[in-house]
């Protein structure tokens, strides 16, 4: 399968000498081709045993089936417009001999280990209240933390009182001055958040660039969170994060950073949703398709193509009142989000519940990605979905969708023009609508919400969460159900 690797696009947004995508139209990604050499001692292990047959799968999985429809191995995602198999033959499917740590890093930049930052959000109302609650987090496992203010004239050093910030890692998501120059006064070090499609202070973002010339501890933000949890496809999720992240490197490398130097400043939020080989994939994608990009601005450190990951376990299926439930899906979200995340943020399942997150919920958002490294161990293994034919595939089909979005917002001037972030933003909320619309028919379903659910009085409500570029948040536990029609 291939796609033209970049489309003529405008350049009205950035008025710059750097090459845009356009200068590259006439290269293609070939999401088949092969990167390394076939490896001589699996070419041995598949002379050992007898090649089975495209049919002689056919057949066994037939008689597996035990007179079930064939089709039900079969998927047709309406929503996602993808199409693949429960599995797939050798000789239906091209893998390319790929290897963790190696260009173009669908299978993770480590090499060594499959080691994820077990994360938490600290949400500012109440400095001392933050402070005791950071604290209580870091002695239950969690290694790296998220500060968020929601108050005016923080005050950052009562909020980090007792926090040694030099032995954990540590992400400030800031939307003002006040509080950018505040947390560099404290720990000139400190990795700060800026999210300027949402924020648009462009003073502001010119003087958090240039202060960061010297010592490039930025992370320019690319919410590709707040994008899935208003109901986008994965593709479409990653051609968000294609483009918003382009669009930075390019004001970067406009202010004079190389693009080693831009690059390692991009930091994406991806969230994790409920479809579990689809996020799989996603990931996978998201790192092909960005070491492509860079590959194009010629860097000369192989750092650069490090796609640096949060990945974030969100709202879109949990319930108030089936606390179970949810802790099931988030085991099963954060297990998808171990293909390659650098941290895994788990928001406890009431964190928008107007009685605040109970004591289980803050505990088990911790302890879920703790067990899974110290118990089940899945730390130690790298990719090891690698190689499967069907997520191989599911990869390549999200892979080819995901880059001909991006050159479609590309060529209507990329998402930082208020016209085309308004028909991208369209396009994201007509999904929400399928969404809701096979919810509420009952041809989605989701234990806890629309089938089977408690139906004990509720102890709680959803709080209203913020939009995000104007999309409102998908909470399905808020949609009518069929029942109620």
């Known amino acids: 399968m291939e796609s033209s690797f970049f489309g003529p696009v405008s350049t009205s947004y950035l008025n710059t000498s750097h090459r845009r995508m356009n200068d590259y139209s006439n290269s293609s990604i070939n999401f088949t081709e092969p990167i390394f050499e076939e490896n001589n001692s699996m070419n041995r292990f598949f002379k050992t045993f007898k090649k089975s047959s495209l049919n002689d799968w056919k057949d066994q999985i037939i008689k597996d089936l035990k007179g079930k429809e064939h089709a039900t191995l079969e998927f047709n995602d309406p929503i996602e417009e993808i199409k693949f198999k429960a599995y797939y033959h050798q000789d239906e499917v091209i893998i390319p001999p790929q290897t963790p740590g190696n260009f173009p890093f669908k299978r993770g930049y480590s090499s060594t ?18 402070n005791q609650e950071a604290l209580a987090i870091l002695m239950n496992g ?39 120059l505040a947390i560099k006064a404290i720990d000139s070090n400190a990795s700060i958040a800026y999210d300027h499609l949402a924020i648009k202070n462009s003073k502001l973002f010119e003087e958090i660039i240039a202060h960061n010339k010297t010592d490039q501890s930025l992370a320019l933000k690319v919410n590709g969170f707040s994008v899935q949890q208003a109901g986008a496809t994965s593709w479409q999720e990653v051609a968000f994060c294609l483009n918003v992240g382009h669009e930075y490197l390019l004001q970067l490398m406009t202010e004079g950073l190389t693009i080693d130097e831009a690059s390692k400043m991009i930091h994406f939020h991806i969230g994790i949703g409920n479809n579990y080989f689809n996020e799989i994939a996603k990931l996978r994608t998201l790192r092909q398709l960005w070491s492509k990009l860079i590959q194009a601005y010629s860097p000369k450190n192989q750092r650069s193509f490090d796609c640096n990951i949060t990945a974030i376990i969100g709202h879109v299926n949990k319930s108030l009142r089936d606390p179970y439930t949810n802790l099931l899906r988030q085991t099963t979200e954060v297990m998808s989000a171990l293909n390659g995340a650098n941290a895994i943020l788990v928001l406890p399942y009431d964190f928008y519940s107007d009685q605040g997150p109970s004591s289980l919920a803050k505990r088990m958002a911790i302890n879920l990605a703790l067990l899974l490294q110290e118990e089940a161990y899945l730390d130690k293994v790298i990719d090891p979905i690698g190689g499967s034919y069907s997520i191989e595939t ?22 930082f023009e208020q016209n085309a972030l308004n028909v991208f933003a369209e396009l994201i909320m007509k999904k929400q609508n399928q969404r809701v ?38 909470i399905l536990d808020l949609q009518p159900k069929k029942s109620e029609k």
């Open 394 to 415: 599911l990869t390549e089909l999200i892979g080819e969708k995901s880059w001909n979005t991006f050159q479609g917002i590309e060529k209507n001037g990329g998402l």
């Open 142 to 180: 969690a290694n790296m933390l998220v500060f968020k203010s929601n108050k005016n004239n923080c005050d950052w050093e009562k909020v980090l009182q007792g926090i040694q910030l030099e032995y954990i890692e540590s992400q400030f998501i800031i939307s003002t001055k006040q509080d950018f």
């Open 113 to 130: 280990n499959n080691f994820w930052s077990n994360a938490a959000l600290i949400l500012i109302q109440n400095e001392k209240i933050a």
């Open 437 to 474: 619309e096979a919810f509420s028919s009952g041809k989605t379903t989701r234990i806890g919400i629309n089938d089977y659910e408690d139906l004990n009085e509720k102890v709680a409500n959803w709080k209203e969460v913020d939009s995000y570029l104007g999309m409102k948040p998908l």
